[in-house]
């Protein structure tokens, strides 16, 4: 079974060897929002693959684009700026999952970030390289971020691929986030397992 590792865009503590545990990920103190590594290749049972393979993007028409990037900028500001205020109200918009809200306590409770100016809409850069799925229960995207300009960080800038679940306003919620080589079926399992309601 491939090895999955949590990993933060930047990292500013010490990074606890991984257990080898797909189930039990390996505690990090992560600067950003984390980021699952696939180190060897994996096989996701069919059962857990919604759809079938996918094209590598997705075309779609600019004002979409412009929607879409507004929405994962939006999500990336809420994730950094409820951290930055210790807000676990505000993080709860923002995220979707277990492993991202317990993620976002932990940086809280550590003050592990070195922020070196508040997470402002200005600040904090965010790219949409590719749309990979787009739909009402969960939407796809690789992005390119950097959080240099307001963290003290030894990897300001990563391309990753964010599976979101949006809410039923509409608002992109992260689910999680995978090194940006992940194969289709890896995250497409992460749009399959979303809990069984077509928007929450």
């Known amino acids: ?83 930055y205020r210790s ?19 932990v940086a809280m409770a550590g003050g592990t970030i070195a922020f070196t100016n508040p997470p402002t809409e200005e600040l904090v850069a965010l790219t949409v390289d590719e749309v990979l799925r787009d739909s009402p229960w969960c939407v796809v995207l690789r992005t390119t971020d950097d959080v240099s300009r307001f963290i003290d960080a030894a990897v300001p800038s990563r391309s990753v691929i964010t599976v979101y679940w949006p809410d039923k306003e509409g608002r992109l919620r992260m689910a999680t986030r995978w090194g940006a080589g992940t194969p289709a079926t890896v995250w497409s399992a992460d749009c399959a397992r979303r809990p069984p309601r077509s928007v929450s």
Do not use: K, N
Request: aromatic share 4%; glycine share 6%; charged share 15%.
């Open 1 to 83: 079974m491939a090895t999955v590792v949590l990993l933060g865009v930047a990292l500013v503590g010490a990074l606890l060897q991984p257990s080898g545990d797909p189930e039990e990920p390996t505690p990090v103190v992560a600067a950003a929002a984390p980021i699952r590594e696939v180190s060897e290749p994996t096989t996701i049972p069919s059962e857990l693959v919604a759809t079938p393979p996918l094209p590598t993007t997705v075309a779609r028409p600019p004002d979409r684009m412009e929607e879409l990037h507004a929405m994962a900028h939006a999500a990336y500001v809420g994730w950094f700026d409820a951290i």
């Open 87 to 105: 807000d676990p109200e505000s993080l709860a918009r923002w995220v979707a999952t277990a492993g991202l809200v317990e993620a976002g306590h």
